[in-house]
């Protein structure tokens, strides 16, 4: 599972722009999601779809893997970002983003299922479809197994330890901004996540019997 990178840099500016050396062009800047929030709060509707593109493929990850079905969980992605949208003029930075973003989906998510009583436990995705085209027929094959073995593996977790753990490698979260989104202590969401570490390796060192 990807987890998403948050290490930002910014290039130094050029010293002179006269000098006569070929330098490398600087970084361009990356306006923090908190800031992009504010500018959208204030009209400017090109931030919000900045936002969006930043961070809508790991949003529909964690919510694919939550919601186990890929029908709901194109309906619950598209109510968090419309609570999104619907509260960008009381919106206040208090937190980072991405705890704003993944509380409003966990919330979206809760209130989905208790409308939903038939949400049950069958799959019909498989998140990670796109095959890498260097990849030998044996290596995708194996690669196939080992993700439906670990998608099998994830789906078996008790819910707030499932939970916990696809915040933890979709989100890439912080055990803080979890403790957060999901409402309880940080040792808790540590323990969680532990607990469903140890699950899932256990369960992917399992050899698989021979036909």
Request: charged share 30%.
């Amino acid at each position: 599972m990807a987890v998403t990178s948050r290490l930002l840099r910014r290039a130094p500016r050029a010293l002179s722009q006269s000098a006569s050396l070929a330098y490398a062009p600087a970084m361009e800047h990356r306006p923090e999601d908190s800031a992009l929030m504010l500018r959208y709060r204030d009209g400017d509707v090109a931030a919000f779809e900045t936002l969006y593109r930043r961070h809508k493929d790991a949003l529909f990850r964690y919510l694919l893997r939550l919601c186990r079905q890929r029908a709901a969980a194109e309906d619950v992605f598209q109510e968090a970002w419309g609570k999104i949208i619907k509260s960008r003029d009381n919106y206040r930075p208090t937190a980072k983003f991405t705890t704003f973003l993944y509380h409003v989906a966990h919330n979206c998510f809760i209130d989905y299922v208790r409308r939903n009583k038939r949400h049950g436990n069958t799959a019909d995705i498989e998140p990670d479809t796109q095959p890498d085209g260097a990849d030998c027929p044996e290596t995708l094959v194996e690669k196939s197994l080992a993700r439906r073995r670990l998608d099998t593996a994830v789906r078996s977790l008790p819910d707030e330890q499932r939970d916990v753990f696809l915040l933890y490698e979709e989100a890439g979260l912080s055990l803080e901004e979890i403790a957060t989104i999901t409402a309880c202590k940080r040792e808790t969401a540590k323990s969680r996540l532990r607990y469903a570490v140890r699950k899932l390796r256990a369960a992917l060192d399992e050899s698989p019997e021979a036909p």
